[in-house]
């Protein structure tokens, strides 16, 4: 069984249920918080933001994207010659699967969708050795929602870590200034969340209704880069924790005055990114460019699924119990990429390469929850046209190639519905087309 909220769609909703009907609903809602909750994240921080930052593999800490840096590096912002205007789309197929009892399974994931659009527009007119500062705005969304909030049984097979976690809004805007070699950058990134109060209320015998708010969550970041001329650029990242609840109450009520329901709550973590820092180096080598970076993600800090279920009177023992801890794992994701260009008159290319490992968070499933998850290899390809004589217009496209890991995992009891062993196994392939126009 699952209980799925549906999609939050981009009006604000309020609407009245009457009757038996309404409650019954409530409560089924209701008993769904007794499940686990899927936390997910922003696609950029799962894939990379925009065609080059996909063929990097999520490269570009040390690099001028455009509106793109403004979810990786905000200070890079500073170092934009010129304003553009991005226009893109990008697309993630999943295929997962896992084997229990010598049987495979494979496991249901729709595609993964989203429309970008971004704009970077210098303040101060760069120059190289004196003050230079820019402005962007980035944003990637589904388009048929803002979020989503996913409740599967314990039990459930799952990949909360991978499946879901670029199907949520990707909005930022960001500052860059320097001068110099040098450059400093904030920026403020958002999710959206869901909360409900008053559900299924009774005054006076009548119910009250159900109202849904679509809320805003902020996450800031900031950034540092260093242009050392020949020696390469430096770049550092920072982006804080950003979390995005899925908050709905159930006050106390009656069934035909006869069954009294004690107040509930509906709580859980729609979307969830770690604090992230990046590092990263590059350099040129003639027509090359050699870029080698590593993120550091303290999975360690992920709060876990929801709050008890049951609000209790003051003195009062009731509550459900608290789920266990999610214990997952810190990890460190390292990754090297490379570019080549190729100049001609009216008319330059570029091709990238990119690779990096990410280690899986989720710990092995021991126990009866089977939220799974893996290592990853990542491989990025990439080009760029740039119709240098004719328009200011550069054709962007990416394709990224995760590989998991087979992964094993020993249940303690054998005689479980998945056991002794389960064995998960899967690959997800990302598309980005891009087109920048220079302003």
């Known amino acids: 069984m699952l209980a799925s909220p549906r999609p939050v769609t981009r009006q604000r909703r309020r609407f009245l249920l009457v009757g038996r009907r309404a409650r019954l609903g409530a409560l089924v809602l209701a008993g769904s918080s007794l499940l686990g909750a899927g936390a997910r994240a922003t696609p950029s921080a799962v894939f990379g933001a925009g065609p080059r930052g996909i063929a990097l593999t999520g ?3 040390s690099l001028p994207l455009g509106p793109e840096s403004v979810l990786v590096n905000p200070a890079e912002l500073a170092f934009e010659p010129s304003p553009s205007l991005l226009i893109g789309l990008r697309a993630s197929d999943y295929s997962l699967s896992y084997d229990a ?3 495979p399974h494979a496991y249901p994931a729709e595609l993964s969708k989203g429309l970008v659009i971004g704009v970077s527009a210098p303040l101060v007119r760069p120059s190289k050795d004196g003050f230079h500062a820019a402005l962007g705005l980035f944003a990637e969304t589904p388009p048929d929602f803002l979020v989503r909030a996913h409740l599967p049984l314990a039990e459930e097979p799952s990949f909360p870590l991978l499946v879901g976690r670029a199907s949520a809004l990707n909005l930022a805007v960001g500052l860059g200034g320097g001068y110099g070699p040098f450059a400093f950058g904030a920026g403020l990134e958002v999710l959206a969340t869901l909360s409900g109060r ?3 209320a009774s005054a006076a015998g009548a119910p009250s209704g159900v109202s849904d708010e679509l809320l805003p969550a902020f996450g800031a970041s900031v950034g540092g880069s260093l242009d050392l001329g020949a020696a390469g650029r430096v770049g550092l990242a920072f982006r804080s924790t950003l979390r995005a609840d899925f908050d709905v109450d159930v006050a106390p009520t009656s069934l035909a005055g006869v069954v009294s329901i ?3 709550n509906v709580q859980g973590i729609a979307q969830y990114e770690p604090l992230k820092f990046d590092a990263e180096y590059s350099r040129d080598f003639g027509p090359y460019n050699l870029v ?9 800090a992920f709060p876990g699924w929801r709050a008890a279920t049951i609000d209790c009177p003051p003195g009062v023992r009731c509550g459900t119990p608290l789920p266990p801890p999610a214990g997952y794992h810190d990890v460190i994701v390292p990754r090297a990429g490379i570019e080549r260009s190729f100049d001609a008159r009216s008319v330059s290319f570029t091709a990238r390469l990119g690779y990096s490992f990410v280690p899986s968070a989720i710990p092995e499933q021991r126990g009866s929850s089977n939220t799974f998850d893996a290592a990853r290899h990542a491989l990025g390809v990439g080009y ?3 119709l240098t004589r004719y328009l200011p217009l550069d054709l962007d496209g990416a394709w990224r190639f995760d590989f998991l890991a087979d992964r094993g995992h020993h249940k303690d009891d054998p005689t479980g519905p998945l056991g002794p062993e389960v064995t998960t ?3 997800i392939v990302t598309w980005s087309f891009g087109v920048r ?3």
């Open 292 to 300: 080698l970076g590593a993120r550091y993600e303290p999975w360690a």
């Open 425 to 427: 196994h899967g690959k």
């Open 198 to 200: 008053d559900v299924v």
């Open 101 to 103: 009892g010598g049987t």
């Open 59 to 61: 490269g570009g800490t």
């Open 384 to 386: 760029r046209v740039r």
């Open 262 to 264: 004690a107040p509930l």
């Open 437 to 439: 126009l220079g302003l």
